[in-house]
Structures are given as C-alpha cells and as structure tokens.
Nanobody, 123 residues
Framework: QVQLTESGGGLVQAGESLRLSCSAS????????VGWFRQGPGKDREFIATIRRFSNSTDYADSVKGRFSISKDDATDTLYLQMNNLQPEDSAVYYC????????????????WGQGTQVTVSS
C-alpha cells in the first residue's frame, strides 16, 4: 500500500528556513510526478511545487518562487521541500503528493497524499 510520510514542519520566525521531507513506501518516486501543496486556514489547497516526471524540471507557484526548492532522492524515495525566507503567509499544512499514475501530473488531482505537516511562521 502506498504511504507518504512527511516530517520537518514546525514553528519558525519570519526569515527562517525549514526543510520538509516526504518518505514514500509502496512505490518508487522514479517516473512519477511529485510535488507539494499547502492549505492555509480558511483557504483551499494550493499548488506549491512539482518535479515533472520525465524531464525532472521543476515548477513553482509564484508565491514561493525564489524561496522554495523542491528536490528528490530516488535512491531513498524521499521528496524534499527546502523553504527559505519563510513568511507568515506561508503558514499552512503542507502536503506531499505523488501522482497515482505515471501518466498523470500532480495537477490532475489523482494523487497519493501525505498526512500533512504543519508549518507556522511568526512575524
């Protein structure tokens, strides 16, 4: 059974950094689109970043571009999100996502989801 286990969330002050990890079991991350979403209080879940399945190129939401960096380690089936210069508006529950099919992007909506990890940024 596919399971995504997140870690690394916490409470930080504005300007500080966190690194989120997502460990996948049940499937390899290789050849699957992967990414991160977040959901702030009273807001819909929003796309943050992705690694495309073939090119391994990355895309980022405008709100995090230049501050966040997504990466993965296929040897350990681990997905990362390095978050620098965190701001209060980044406070949210962060979810890792892996496409259910190698044919899908994470934007398709048919993803395996992590349990979510809370990131809180104080001003």
């Amino acid at each position: 059974q596919v399971q995504l286990t997140e870690s690394g969330g916490g409470l930080v002050q504005a300007g500080e950094s966190l690194r989120l990890s997502c460990s996948a079991s049940g499937r390899t991350l290789r050849d699957y689109a992967v990414g991160w979403f977040r959901q702030g209080p009273g807001k819909d879940r929003e796309f943050i970043a992705t690694i495309r399945r073939f090119s391994n190129s990355t895309d980022y939401a405008d709100s995090v571009k230049g501050r966040f960096s997504i990466s993965k380690d296929d040897a350990t089936d681990t997905l990362y999100l390095q978050m620098n210069n965190l701001q209060p508006e980044d406070s949210a529950v962060y979810y890792c996502a892996v496409a259910r099919s190698h044919l899908y992007t994470i934007h398709n909506g048919n993803n395996y989801w992590g349990q979510g990890t809370q990131v809180t940024v104080s001003s």
